[in-house]
Nanobody
């Protein structure tokens, strides 16, 4: 059974940076991804990374500010976010296949 635990969320001011972590456990993880969901909006894809090749793919609107990375040795995926804006306020989720973490809240104040 795959388990995903996010951490690193918090309250930051506009323009600041934040790094989220997702620690994974369980078998057969080949790809993982970050999503976010703002209040009243649908869940939005951010980026994905391959655990085999390290290749990445981003949604166009965020690729200039967000960076996904992976520490295979520690089974931890990261999302480095910079130049944060109030519209980045959301619950950020880690995903691997059919499995989701519980989410970590990011709030950006103006």
């Amino acid at each position: 059974q795959v388990q995903l635990v996010e951490s690193g969320g918090g309250l930051v001011s506009t323009g600041e940076s934040l790094r989220l972590s997702c620690t994974a456990s369980g078998p057969n993880i080949y790809n993982s991804a970050w999503f976010r969901q703002a209040p009243g909006k649908e869940r939005e894809f951010i980026a994905t990374i391959s655990w085999r090749s390290g290749s990445t793919f981003y949604t166009d609107s965020l690729k200039d500010r967000f960076t996904i990375s992976l520490d295979i040795a520690n089974s931890t995926m990261y999302l480095q976010m910079r130049d944060l804006k109030p519209e980045d306020t959301a619950l950020y989720y880690c995903n691997a296949g059919l499995h989701w973490g519980q989410g970590t809240q990011v709030t950006v104040s103006s």
